[in-house]
């Protein structure tokens, strides 16, 4: 069984930063892609970035400059760098592991709750 335990959430203000982490334990497979989440309140969940084993990342347009996705294979931690935040960027936060190539959405770990201040 996978677990995903992600860390780093809170509250900032407007323009501040914040970092993200999840850390994957139990057998995850070897060609995977990690990934970020938000769900704001009343919204659907929504992409923020992924990132592949290779490295070959994709990001969502509204972060695209913002945020950076990187990951350690060896840790099995997935990391999410966020800058300049915006009041628009509070949401839970959810980290994500699925296989490569596959159309099952993976795992997800509980969430963490990202609140930026105007």
């Known amino acids: 069984q996978v677990q995903l335990v992600e860390s780093g959430g809170g509250l900032v203000q407007a323009g501040g930063s914040l970092r993200l982490s999840c850390a994957a334990s139990?057998?995850?497979?070897?060609?995977?892609?990690m990934g970020w989440y938000r769900q704001a309140p009343g919204k659907q969940r929504e992409l923020v970035a992924t990132i592949t084993t290779a490295g070959t990342t994709n990001y969502a347009d509204s972060v695209k400059g913002r945020c950076t996705i990187s990951r350690d294979n060896a840790k099995r931690t997935v990391f999410l760098q966020m800058n300049s935040l915006k009041p628009e960027d509070t949401a839970v936060y959810y980290c994500?592991?699925?296989?490569?190539?596959?159309?099952?959405?993976?795992?997800w770990g509980q969430g963490t709750q990202v609140t930026v201040s105007s």
């Open positions: 139990g057998s995850i497979f070897s060609a995977n892609i």
């Open positions: 994500n592991v699925r296989p490569s190539g596959s159309p099952w959405p993976g795992y």
